[in-house]
Every structure is written in structure tokens, then in C-alpha cells.
């Protein structure tokens, strides 16, 4: 009885699984924070008794992180044998890229607060023809107001 009944030890066991396929990391989220709730995910299908390859782990966590990474996850992947390599280890070996990873992001950041004074200005344009014409519509009621 404190194991739990058939259909609920399945459903636990495809909750996990369905977790693994639709894992992904977060936007803007440190690659830290992703390898430990990555780790967090293996350690309980592990708990529910599924296993995963070696291979099939490394290739899921290169494949889940953010497009900036993208240079270095490729370059992993035809570097190394990820069969051979334990996950920690593909963790150490992108964490010495985060550095430049973290420049392409505040790159990315300042190229879109750029972008955003330009959408402002026009928007106050916008606004100030809006109210020219909001004027003219007061004083052509008043003037008809008048005669």
C-alpha cells in the first residue's frame, strides 16, 4: 500500500518522461540553474528506475540550452565523444565559455534598448497628432458653438 498502486507508479513514470522530452531552458537563465534542474529531472527518472544512455543525456542537455550557446554546443558535439564523457564534465567544459556567452547576451540586450527609443519617439508623434486633431474638432464645435 506505501508503494502506491499500478496506474499511479505509471503515471509518475510518464510524468518524468514527459518532462525529459519537454525540458528546456528558461530564457535568460544561467547555465548553472539549467544543469541543476537538468540534474534534479535524471535524478527522479532515476528514482522511478529509468534509465537514460550517457550519450542521450549529454546530446538532450547541449540540445536544450539557450541559441547563444549554439556555437558552443556544436563545437561539442564534434568534438567529443559523448558517449565517453559524464555529464559534469560537458557542464565544466561549456561553463568556460559562459563568460563570452553572457557578452553575446547583454550584446543582444543593448541592441534591443536601442530599438526601443525609436519605437517611443514615434509613438509620441502618434500621440501628439492626436491631439492637434483633437483641437481642431473642439475649436470647429466651439466656432459652430458661437455662430
Known amino acids: 500500500m506505501m508503494m502506491g498502486s499500478k496506474v499511479g507508479n505509471q503515471m509518475k513514470v510518464a510524468n518524468c518522461i514527459n518532462s ?4 528546456k531552458a528558461k530564457e535568460n537563465e544561467s547555465l548553472e540553474d539549467t544543469f541543476e534542474r537538468f540534474v534534479l529531472l535524471l535524478n527522479e527518472l532515476s528514482k522511478n528506475k529509468v534509465k537514460k544512455k550517457q550519450l542521450e543525456n549529454n546530446v538532450k542537455f547541449l540540445s536544450i540550452l539557450q541559441p547563444e550557446w549554439k556555437k558552443h ?9 559523448l558517449n565517453d564523457i559524464p555529464l559534469h564534465e560537458v557542464y565544466e567544459t561549456l561553463r568556460k565559455n559562459e563568460e563570452a556567452v553572457e557578452e ?14 525609436i519605437v517611443l519617439v514615434a509613438g509620441e508623434k502618434k500621440k501628439e497628432k492626436k491631439e492637434k486633431k483633437k483641437k481642431k474638432k473642439v475649436l470647429t464645435s466651439s466656432e459652430s458653438e458661437s455662430e
Open 20 to 23: 525529459f522530452e519537454e525540458f
Open 73 to 81: 554546443t556544436r563545437r561539442m558535439k564534434q568534438m567529443k565523444d
Open 104 to 117: 553575446k547576451r547583454a550584446e543582444k540586450k543593448k541592441a534591443e534598448t536601442v530599438s526601443e527609443p
